[in-house]
């Protein structure tokens, strides 16, 4: 049973860039949420999906956006990037309301902007 | 608004000895509770979770937590520590509904042979 997949696992920006990171959900779920970790923190919720339409969204600027696609599979796009963007982006999938019932994670996307 | 503190970011114990991991909460509504464990260059796993019931919660590798409300806590337990069990330990709050994880800072745990 394949779990959450995300790709690609690292990448190197430089500030100004743009960039797209990806997430397939684990089989059977319909919702994804995607997280921002920082070194040294927790994760902060930037935003979830569900349907294709963003359905709550954390305390994150305009730049960051996303999408969710018919398959259910989810891409985070961040533009003008940051030197503090840098951090480790988790997706997590579930079905919609039962998201209280425990989140499946990917690896993560560990971004380094310079 | 809900919030989850972690009392300390580092804790260090000898294998075989008593885990013991503080997370306090905040939340205006009865909370959902939950244990995640990250594993370096991981992502998180859901160690246990308390929704509604027992208050007494037991999780995966040996781990079990309790729902305290009067003390608005929910510390993470384990008998033995293993050499295994190092890793980032981290305490989330949500709401009844389809409301978001709000998780703590994080909790390093050290195990010493």
């Not at chain 1, 994150?60 to 796009?77: A, C, I």
Request: hydrophobic fraction near 35%; charge should be neutral; charged fraction near 15%.
């Amino acid at each position: 049973d394949a779990g959450v997949t995300q790709s690609p696992t690292h990448l190197i920006k430089t500030r100004g860039q743009q960039v797209t990171l990806r997430c397939s959900p684990k089989s059977g779920h319909d919702t994804v949420s995607w997280y921002q970790q920082a070194l040294g923190q927790g994760p902060q919720f930037i935003f979830q999906y569900y349907e294709e339409e963003e359905r709550q969204r954390g305390n994150f600027p305009d730049r960051f956006s996303g999408h969710q696609f018919p398959n259910y599979s989810s891409e985070l796009n961040v533009n003008a990037l940051l030197l503090g963007d840098s951090a480790l982006y988790l997706c997590a999938s579930s079905h919609y309301g039962t998201v209280n019932y425990g989140y499946t994670f990917g690896s993560g996307t560990r971004l380094t902007v310079v | 608004a809900q919030s989850v503190t972690q009392l300390g970011s580092h804790v260090s114990v000898s294998e075989g000895a008593l885990v013991l991991l503080r997370c306090n909460y905040s939340s205006s509504v009865p909370p959902y509770l939950f244990w995640y464990v990250q594993y370096p260059n991981q992502g998180l796993q859901l160690l246990l979770k308390y929704t509604t019931g027992a208050t007494l919660v037991k999780g995966i590798n040996g781990f079990e937590a309790e729902f305290k409300k009067s003390e608005t806590s929910f510390h993470l337990t384990k008998p033995s520590a293993h050499m295994s069990d190092a890793a980032e330990y981290f305490c989330a709050v949500s709401a009844p509904g389809n409301t978001p994880l709000v998780f703590g800072k994080g909790t390093r745990l050290s195990v010493i042979a």
